[in-house]
């Protein structure tokens, strides 16, 4: 069973920055790939940006440029580095992990965290 706990959501204006983290429990994590998705209010859950065990990313159109993620397997975490915030980037903020391929789609990651508030003012 794997844990994953987020943190480093809060409030920033358009334009600022904000480092979320995700600290994961487990021997596996090294082996897993891990990603981040959002979810606004009314809309539906999606991928913003993914890190496979090989350290290759991806990320979604929205946030390319923008946003980095990392990992540090010593630490067994992972980050999103957001920057040039926009209030479109208002959501909740999912850290979740699998060992599949690194892929858009929720259903192919099987542990979640429960989510970090970032809310970007205009």
């Known amino acids: 069973q794997v844990q994953l706990v987020e943190s480093g959501g809060g409030l920033v204006q358009a334009g600022g920055s904000l480092r979320l983290s995700c600290a994961a429990s487990?021997?596996?994590?090294?082996?897993?790939?891990m990603a981040w998705f959002r979810q606004a209010p009314g809309k539906e859950r999606e991928f913003v940006a993914g890190?496979?065990?090989?350290?290759?990313?991806f990320y979604s159109d929205s946030v390319k440029g923008r946003f980095t993620i990392s990992r540090d397997n010593t630490k067994n975490t992972i980050y999103l580095q957001m920057n040039s915030l926009k209030p479109e980037d208002t959501a909740v903020y999912y850290c979740?992990?699998?060992?599949?391929?690194?892929?858009?789609?929720?259903?192919?990651?099987?542990?979640w965290g429960q989510g970090t508030q970032v809310t970007v003012s205009s």
């Open positions: 979740t992990g699998g060992s599949g391929r690194l892929g858009m789609n929720d259903y192919e990651y099987r542990y």
């Open positions: 487990g021997r596996t994590f090294v082996t897993y790939t």
């Open positions: 890190v496979a065990w090989s350290r290759s990313t």
